[in-house]
């Protein structure tokens, strides 16, 4: 498909069944975030409306129908995402009003029914986009189902997840899955060395399989600095004392008033300091050419000098638990990063650099 990293599984019988034009009436795509799900989204989107012969999977991109659909203006490409950062830009009394803003409400799933009833105005299918579909209220979810029980003819529903175990079993019975699998480092590189050139394909290995990492990073300086600062945060802590970390924790915690968003940054930082560790723990086993992160390679070493071997493998695996508890369940953040302040490993001279 068009412009689409990885996913060969299942994209090319995709494609082909998008350009005939048969396809089922709704599907999830579920994956990790940056891997690529609202990508395919789109192409899927573009497609199905494309006007150029003969069409190809992922559309001509340069029709205006294409062009529209990239833009966010086709009049038959709904997006339907949560109301809270409109609301934010509108001043944060509203938002505290309307607390439903942080869910995609009944209201805009009601507006979205009306809409799909209409029939193509441009393109030949209506298509929705529900990102993140886990972000449906209650009410939503059930009038979704409506519309998964008897879906206009036109119509294709696309809900895209990170989290599809937080939808309802019925509406997960109704729709097809698309699961998104982490892309192999060489497809990650070819992509890169073709759109950005040779000197960009050192981001494949960090991206560690979602190739919308390598992208952001490969044309995204603040995106590097960002991913830096994070780094130097995790050394800052392995050589701080308690009393700091829990501090740490406290700031943290405390640092967001949208749940959904605090819960963002807390899930950066476990993936980041997770694979900071798992680079340590296949250093001490002697394989420091499989680390991540080769420009950190003398932090790296101290902590595999440092930390009992064991250690640094229990601490990655836990790492990557404790990062599926912030997206799927409802723990604790200040008790989840005090639980990570305890248990990070000290080391005075890991320098932050
Ligand atoms: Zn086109």
Redesign the pocket.
Known sequence: MRDVIGQRRFLEKLGEQAIRGDVAHAYELSGPRSIGKNTVALRLA?TLN???EPRIAG?????V??MKIEKGIHPDVLMVTRLVDQIEQRGKREGERKADAKLISIEQIRAMQQDLALRPLEGRKRVVVIDDAADLSEHAEVALLKTLEEPPIHAVLLLVTPTPARLLETIRSRIQPLPFRAVPRDEIEAALAKRFGAGATRFAAVAAGRPGVAITLALDEAARNARAALEKEFYTLVASRLTERFAWAADLAESERDTQKRNEQIETRLVSWGELLRDAAVTAAGAADRATRPERATETRKLAEGVPTRELVDLAQSFERWRRDVIETTVSARMLLELVALKLPYRADVVAA
């Open positions: 573009q494309c006007t150029a559309g001509c991109g340069a029709c129908s294409c």
